[in-house]
Nanobody, 125 residues
C-alpha cells in the first residue's frame, strides 16, 4: 500500500484546511488510520487516529474540538479537517496506515506500517 498526502498549504490564522490521504495498492478499510505532525527538531506528534473498526476517533489535546479525522472507504481516502488554525499548527503533516495497530497504540508512530510523504501546513499570523 502507498499513501499520498495532499491538501497542505499556506493558510491564515483562524482559517480551515482539509488534508487528504489517498491509498493505492491496498485498502484503508479495516486498518487503523493516524495523522501525525512534525516540526524540525521535534519528535513526530500524534494529531488524530481512528482504529481498525472505524467506530471511534482519538485526538491529541491540541486537536480536540478543532480537528476531525474521517475516512471514506469507497474513495479509499482518509481526511483531516482542521479549523481555527494557529501558527503553532505549522508543521509537516503525515498520514499513516496500520493494519495491525491496536487501539491502545494509536498514538504511537511506531505502531503504523505505512506512511505518506507528508504535506506542509503553514499558518500565518
Amino acid at each position: 500500500v502507498q499513501l499520498q498526502a495532499s491538501g497542505g498549504g499556506l493558510v491564515q490564522a483562524g482559517g480551515p484546511l482539509r488534508l487528504s490521504c489517498a491509498a493505492s495498492g491496498g485498502t484503508v478499510r479495516g486498518s487503523a488510520l493516524g495523522w501525525f505532525r512534525q516540526v524540525p527538531g521535534k519528535e513526530r506528534e500524534f494529531v488524530a487516529g481512528t482504529p481498525r473498526n472505524g467506530r471511534y476517533t482519538y485526538y491529541g489535546d491540541f486537536a480536540k474540538g478543532r480537528f476531525t479525522i474521517s475516512r471514506d472507504n469507497v474513495k479509499n481516502t482518509a481526511y483531516l479537517q482542521m479549523s481555527s488554525l494557529t501558527p503553532e499548527d505549522t508543521a509537516v503533516y503525515y498520514c499513516a496506515l496500520g493494519p495491525r495497530t491496536i487501539t491502545s497504540s494509536l498514538r504511537n508512530p511506531n505502531a503504523y506500517d505505512t506512511w505518506g510523504q507528508g504535506t506542509l501546513v503553514t499558518v500565518s499570523s
